[in-house]
């Protein structure tokens, strides 16, 4: 990689739109907060959880993210999942994430919504008052779950609207296709939330069409099976609906079968609004940067399509246009250092 590029991607700041924050917990934060909670895993070792992330498909690495969350009990536990990613991404220039959580998988184990939502949002809050880093909370619903615990879900979410900015849909995509969701939804929007979905990871680009009609999602999660339909591709790149996508999620998942089957060049040439992002960062091996990087390396990409994706990283978020100005203004500055270095 050349040294402009590697710098690029180290320095220039982003934001993360597409992360799971059940999906960044360390297998060594998991076998400490298993002791200190009680929890019996089926792991001896580090080396043994890392061994078991060998997955043929999106099921499989969702039955050890359950199997990993359980240890998940108490509001610090919450806490330092959170903390524990944000000084990560700190390190790789992240200034700005959106991220997902899956409030379903810890209630149903009775652990309250509070908990979970305590743990978020205070460390978020010290992370924007000691790293500078702000950040909206997508609440996701479990699609593989009834419609009714969706709702009781987003009823919880009511109580703590100052927290929770948007509703996203994730967990397995086929065979629960957005019409069952297309009530919750509605009421969702109703109630402010702003809608997004994970459309066209292992799903169609039917399902894609659905969630922008039915759904009325304003952005896409992976949407990797849209660019199958022509007109559908079309329609994403007149509206500029964003695309979060996720690289090595995809290949580690096996929706590509290696990295240079990545779409994000595809996607960024027929003019969508494209952006790279990490998903469950610690089960597939790689964070943020690691993305920008997979993709560089393994795609047909030029150092400016490196600025051209933190741009869009921005472009694509739903902090206020004065704040995604100061974002991209801040990318000019690192763009214009490393051309005079
Ligand atoms: N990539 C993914 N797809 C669907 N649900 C998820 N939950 C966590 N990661 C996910
Ligand atoms: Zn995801």
Not at 212 to 222: Q, Y
Request: hydrophobic share 40%; charged share 25%; glycine share 6%.
């Amino acid at each position: 990689m050349s040294d402009l590029a590697s710098k690029l991607i180290d320095n220039l700041p982003k934001a993360e739109l597409h992360l799971h924050i059940e999906g960044t917990l360390e297998p060594e934060m998991m076998l400490r907060l298993a002791k200190r909670n009680k929890i019996s895993l089926p792991y001896k070792d580090v080396e043994d959880v890392r061994k078991a992330y060998e997955f043929d498909c999106l099921q499989d690495f969702l039955d050890l993210y359950y199997l990993g969350m359980s240890v998940l009990l108490t509001e610090q536990d919450f806490f330092d999942l959170t903390w524990a990613y944000l000084e990560r991404v700190h390190q790789d220039g992240l200034t700005h994430v959106e991220l997902f959580f899956d409030p379903q998988a810890h209630t149903d184990r009775g652990v309250s919504f509070e908990t979970v939502l305590g743990g978020l949002t205070s460390a978020l809050e010290q992370a924007q008052r000691e790293m500078g880093i702000s950040s909206k909370l997508i609440m996701c619903f479990l699609r593989h779950l009834p419609e009714e615990q969706a709702f009781d879900a987003l009823e919880c979410a009511c109580k703590h609207k100052e927290h929770i900015f948007g509703v996203g849909l994730d967990s397995s995509e086929k065979g629960f296709p957005p019409p069952l969701f297309e009530r919750v939804f509605a009421k969702a929007r109703e109630e402010g939330f702003v809608p997004v979905a994970h459309l066209g990871e292992e799903g169609t680009a039917e399902n894609v069409r659905e969630g922008l009609d039915l759904l009325k999602v304003e952005r896409v999660d992976h949407g990797n099976h849209a660019l199958d339909d022509p007109a559908l591709t079309q329609r994403l790149a007149e509206a500029q609906t964003p695309l979060t996508m996720c690289p090595i999620s995809n290949w580690r998942l096996k929706g590509i079968p290696t990295l240079a089957h990545s779409p994000v060049k595809k996607a960024m040439d027929a003019g969508l609004l494209v952006t790279v992002n990490s998903d469950d960062p610690s089960y597939f091996g790689g964070y943020l940067n690691d993305n920008y990087r997979a993709v560089y390396e393994h795609l047909p990409l030029v150092e400016k399509d490196l600025v051209t994706l933190a741009q869009n990283s921005f472009k694509a978020s739903f902090l206020s246009d004065q704040e995604k100005q100061i974002q991209l203004d801040a990318i000019d500055a690192i763009v214009e250092k490393h051309r005079h270095e």
